[in-house]
């Protein structure tokens, strides 16, 4: 049944493919349906307290299989994807309400949702990385949903860019660790978590795998890919950047935390990126007035405070984490929802143009408020809760450094600052032009909103309903959970004075300054610049492809078989000079006869006549001259088919020669004189080199064993007294099969070339 659900959406998706001419757009409102049925599903696991597994068999050899792993962490994650997923599918309905390629958005979603289900409950290296890729890809065709754009197709090439990068970092992990412990299984991994450690392997995986999170998950410095990806539609946005995609680089790392948590590195590297993460883009998300950006920083700074805690690390630090990721999910989902609101009614995101918005849509008002303080840290929401727990454990650091707790209360009044600036800014105050009239959203839009808006409050008035799930967690982490508790309040401690300061000093902050003085048209420009160095190594691979193409690839035919002819010449040359020991023993020469001499002036001849001729008939010709002497060679040396099939080759190409040189200018124009010089080195080059293989060749020992198996079965086996024959039609048969397979493609590609008539203007040779 798990395979099941973790593949419904792939059902679904493929279901789209092959129906969507045949769906109404209202079939879109039943969709739904998949993440709500999964959601239930999943919450039957809230009271197994140890770790549901399973397992399908794929490729023993490999230890490669399809094995998962339902504990509390995975169900956290499961139960989020799942359960935002069913909001963002009903909002999605009315929000592409009349758009040509609904489906297809569809389809891409559902495709995402089950790539997510598939990485959280991996309990395969192997595995896991196939759903990790999988998210990249299907989240590039979101990202660029809008294709026709050219800056959504820079956005959502530039996410595939750095995801795929940590793709592949994962990639190579998996196999480094699989190489210490056996397989790619998480069970056998924690079982050899001290020989991980103490390999070189495992320590290079270690770094790969931070890679992968960092690049996953949107940290310095691969962060800026995620800003960009707000070129999606809202839903996008809302789903991927709220508590999926850029969560997954979190999950990988509270996944290995079990087995790289007393590493050396760990801590102080996810403390150090982690907290410059956080701190820079809640800086960041000041400098913006548009209502997504402001919330792609902000994502930034979350996902920031998110592995800082993970390198904290503990009991506090992880359960911090653990509750933290459902606090974002809440209030940043609603937030993003209210944006797709705001734009899709009034039709900007700009809050320097937005205010009184609650007169015209009060119930969406109350619910941006609701997230706005929860996102703040207020007391009695949830955001208080996880707020409370970010400075408890960045509290407990404050014997060694004042920096982390520093770090964070710095962070916490900027993000409470733009949380106000989008829940807050376009709903309240002056009423402006946009506010005159009284909008209907509808209730697929804003039914989700409620919902979120809701959850906040509930688990901040009862976070005690969060203890199983923290409980869970702790517990794959090793750490001692049955007296665990979530509470609203504990007392007047100092976490409960900072976060009471970061509230008050957030507020004056929000009422001091307006946006559009702290905006500015070339943000990008204060920061470290990232995407500037991206743009920069983009144009420079694009310039050396470019360059490559122009010298290497450039429609000559010649060019192709001179660069083919120098590789080839490098990579042979190299090996026979390394290791090559020639010995040439005369008195085994054989004496030159007059028919071999006469041949071999023949072939010196007509070869020079063909590099000298002005006439391309007398060049074929000449041709003809040498494919004939070779084939007298071959007589002489008692290979009659040998020769045959040089005659009748060597025929077919001067006929067919003949019949293109119809279409070709009579003579041959006259190469430059740096042109010839080239091609007669490179030709004397590759005339030493196949004289030197050639040597080589004879004096190395025969061995006959096979040559006399098949002479001895030839008869025996096939019937055949022509042994050549029998090894091509009989003990070949199969390759042979496919070589005649592979030749009748290429004649049926030839036919339709030839019958092809192209227009004028498609004629791109001309």
């Not at 190299?574 to 040439?584: A, D, K, M, N, P």
Request: charged share 10%.
């Amino acid at each position: 049944m798990v395979l099941f659900f973790v593949l419904a959406g792939v059902l679904l998706s493929s279901l789209l493919v092959l129906f969507r001419d045949y769906l109404k757009e209202h079939f879109s409102a039943v969709f739904f349906v998949v993440p709500v049925a999964i959601f239930i599903y999943f919450t039957t696991y809230l009271n197994v307290k140890e770790p549901f597994t399973g397992v399908i068999r794929w490729q023993d050899g490999l230890g490669v299989h399809f094995e998962w792993r339902i504990d509390g962490l995975s169900l956290l994650f499961l139960l989020l994807i799942s359960g935002i997923g069913t909001l963002v599918f009903a909002y999605s309905h009315y929000y592409l309400k009349g758009h040509p390629e609904k489906f297809r958005f569809y389809g891409f979603l559902s495709l995402f949702m089950t790539a997510m289900l598939g990485l959280v409950v991996s309990d395969n290296l192997a595995m896991m990385f196939m759903f990790w890729e999988l998210t990249s890809i299907s989240s590039f065709f979101l990202i660029g949903f809008h294709y026709e754009e050219k800056a959504s197709r820079d956005a959502a090439l530039r996410a595939l860019t750095i995801t795929g990068m940590g793709g592949v970092a994962l990639l190579l992990a998996a196999i480094l660790i699989s190489s210490v412990t056996g397989n790619f299984s998480f069970s056998a991994l924690l079982a050899n978590r001290d020989m991980l450690l103490e390999s070189k392997a495992g320590q290079i995986a270690f770094w790969l795998i931070l890679i992968a999170a960092f690049t996953k998950s949107a940290q310095f410095p691969f962060h800026f890919w995620l800003p960009g990806a707000m070129k999606a539609p809202t839903p996008v946005s809302t789903y991927l950047h709220s508590a999926t995609m850029v969560k997954a680089g979190v999950f990988l790392l509270l996944r290995f935390y079990p087995v790289y948590a007393h590493y050396a590195y760990w801590q102080p590297v996810l403390m150090s990126v982690g907290g410059i993460t956080m701190l820079y883009s809640a800086v960041q998300a000041l400098l913006f007035r548009d209502m997504k950006s402001i919330l792609a920083y902000t994502t930034l700074s979350a996902l920031g405070i998110l592995v800082f805690l993970t390198g904290i690390g503990g009991e506090q630090g992880i359960s911090a984490a653990i509750v933290f990721i459902a606090v974002h999910a809440f209030y940043k989902a609603a937030l993003f929802l209210v944006t797709g609101i705001v734009d899709h009614e009034t039709h900007t995101r700009d809050i320097t143009q937005l205010s009184g918005l609650i007169r015209s849509m009060p119930g969406i008002g109350v619910a941006a408020l609701i997230a706005a303080l929860s996102h703040g840290g207020v007391p009695l929401t949830f955001g208080f809760v996880g707020k409370e727990f970010l400075y408890e454990a960045a509290y407990g650091w404050i014997s060694q450094s004042y920096l982390p707790i520093l770090s964070a209360f710095v962070a916490g009044c900027f993000l409470f600052v733009a949380g106000l600036w989008v829940g807050v800014k376009p709903f309240f105050g002056t009423q402006s032009s946009m506010a005159t009239d009284r909008f209907h959203v509808s209730l697929w839009m804003s039914l989700p909103v409620y919902i979120l808006a809701a959850l906040s409050m509930v688990f901040g008035l009862f976070p005690g309903l969060m203890t199983k799930l923290i409980e869970g967690v702790l517990r794959v982490n090793g750490f001692e959970s049955e007296h665990f508790h979530v509470a609203l309040w504990h007392g007047f401690t100092p976490v409960f004075f900072l976060s009471l300061a970061t509230v008050a000093l957030g507020g004056a902050i929000f009422f001091l300054t307006k946006p559009g003085e702290l905006y500015r048209k070339s943000v990008e420009s204060l920061s470290f610049s990232s995407v500037s160095i991206y743009d920069k190594i983009q144009k420079t691979i694009k310039f050396l492809s470019q360059l490559y193409t122009n010298l290497l690839q450039n429609g000559y035919l010649r060019l192709y078989v001179l660069m083919i002819m120098i590789f080839l010449m490098m990579l042979v040359g190299y090996s026979l000079f390394r290791g090559v020991h020639i010995y040439i023993d005369f008195r085994k020469i054989s004496e030159v006869t007059f028919y071999e001499a006469t041949i071999v002036f023949l072939l010196i001849f007509s070869t020079l006549f063909i590099l000298l001729a002005k006439s391309r008939l007398a060049a074929v010709a000449a041709m003809g001259v040498l494919g004939i002497s070779i084939s007298l060679m071959f007589v002489f040396y008692s290979a009659p088919d040998l020769a045959m099939t040089q005659f009748s080759i060597d025929t077919l190409t001067v006929i067919l020669f003949v019949l293109v040189l119809y279409k070709l200018p009579k003579y041959i124009n006259a190469s430059s004189i740096a042109i010839k010089v080239r091609d007669v080195i490179v030709s004397a080059l590759f005339g030493v080199m196949i004289t030197m293989l050639a040597l080589e060749v004879l004096n190395e020992p025969v061995n006959r064993e096979t040559s006399e198996y098949y002479v001895q079965n030839s008869y025996l086996l096939a019937k055949g007294k022509n042994v050549v024959n029998v090894i091509l039609v009989d003990f070949r048969g199969a390759d042979t099969m496919v070589e005649i397979t592979v030749l009748t493609i290429a004649a049926l590609g030839v036919f339709g070339l030839m019958k092809l008539r192209l227009k004028d203007n498609e004629k791109t040779w001309e």
